[in-house]
């Protein structure tokens, strides 16, 4: 992964699909990355949606965070990548 | 949810962008910067879905507003610019998205960088500003091509004519106009040193455009002393219809 390749959004462009499975707004949440320990927002990782579903990777380290993929009626979603997410309950 | 908005207005913002407005009865209104998916879905069964930045304020009428770039290799972008009609009917999911959004209760400065259709969602905080009577004070930096690919520029003159709390200046990347202050060029650290709320003003920067402007602009504001913090960002890229 080159950190000069510009083939990557924000994570913001994951919340429609983060919509269907969670009740808040996930990427106004701050997540701690599993590798480097940056805790950011969500809506700040580094967002590839050339893959058959969605990876999120830390903007500092590149460590993946997040992977979403839609395989027919099912979601697969592997939050490994994340410590934790601290969400807006209000 | 998905939701159904109908096509209530098309106003043609330049030669390759529209604004679509639609109507959705049930919509719950939304924050300046938020986001919606659009699903379309062709005669086959063949459905696809594209995200777009919403360019109006919210209102009570239920009418949300996007404006759309035509990407000539896009798969929905030249349906929804060219071949939309008024009273079509198209799925709507949103608003989407609660980190890159401007909030009335925020009265610190904002500064706003656009690059090209990057416009779009602080476009919509710019009217949120404007409809709501906040005081906070904006400014706009606005990177195009030319002066054809300006969107929204009449309404942009007017809001900053009356009300001085919002400055708006141009920077031209190809041709510029005959009155420009500066030669066309990108954007680089001394305008964003000249241009750009004082890093001691501790404003709130929005940045939006594709992926590359994004980068190189966050990278000034943060050596003019904005704390990445202080950096809210939106990129789009080249794999979706994004803006």
């Known amino acids: 992964m080159s950190s000069n390749s510009y083939d990557y959004v924000d994570g913001n462009a994951a919340a429609g699909d983060l919509s269907k499975i969670f009740a808040v707004d996930v990427t106004a949440a701050e997540g701690q990355c599993a590798n480097c320990g940056t805790i950011k927002r969500f809506a700040e990782a ?26 027919r ?5 592997d939050l490994r990548g994340m410590t934790y997410l601290s969400l807006d309950a209000a | 949810m998905w939701r159904v908005g109908t096509v209530v207005a098309l106003h043609d913002e330049t030669a390759t962008a529209r604004t679509i407005t639609f109507e959705v009865p049930d919509w719950p209104g939304h924050f300046g910067g938020q986001h919606v998916d659009v699903r379309v879905t062709a005669p086959d069964g063949y459905s696809t879905v594209r995200s777009y930045s919403i360019a109006s304020a919210p209102s009570s009428d239920g009418r949300v507003e996007l404006t759309v770039e035509r990407l000539p290799s896009g798969e929905v972008s030249p349906y ?4 939309l009609a008024l009273g079509d009917r198209l799925e709507l999911r949103g608003p989407i998205g609660g980190w890159f959004v401007w909030r009335t209760q925020q009265t610190e400065p904002i500064q706003l960088i656009a690059g090209g259709s990057g416009i779009v969602p602080l476009m919509s905080m710019i009217r949120t500003r404007a409809s709501t009577g906040s005081a906070a004070r904006f400014q706009l930096l606005y990177s195009v091509r030319e002066p054809g690919a300006v969107f929204y520029r009449d309404e942009l003159q007017a809001l900053s004519d009356k009300d001085r709390s919002l400055i708006v200046t141009y ?17 680089d650290a001394d305008l964003i040193a000249n241009t750009t709320w004082p890093s001691k003003l501790a404003p709130t920067c929005y940045v939006c455009g594709p992926t590359p402007f994004v980068e190189s602009v966050a990278g000034f504001l943060t050596a003019s002393g904005n704390g990445p913090n202080k950096i809210r960002t939106e990129r789009f890229g080249p794999t979706g219809d994004r803006k």
Not at chain 1, 51 to 61: E, T
Not at chain 1, 73 to 77: E, P, T
């Open chain 2, 80 to 83: 929804l610019t060219q071949e």
């Open chain 1, 73 to 77: 009626q099912r979601v697969l979603l």
């Open chain 2, 171 to 187: 920077v031209y990347t190809r041709v510029a106009p005959a009155n420009s202050p500066r030669p066309p060029g990108r954007i």
């Open chain 1, 46 to 71: 580094h967002l590839y949606m050339q893959s058959p579903g969605i990876v999120a990777r830390c903007p500092v380290c590149e460590h993946v965070l997040l992977r979403l993929v839609n395989v």
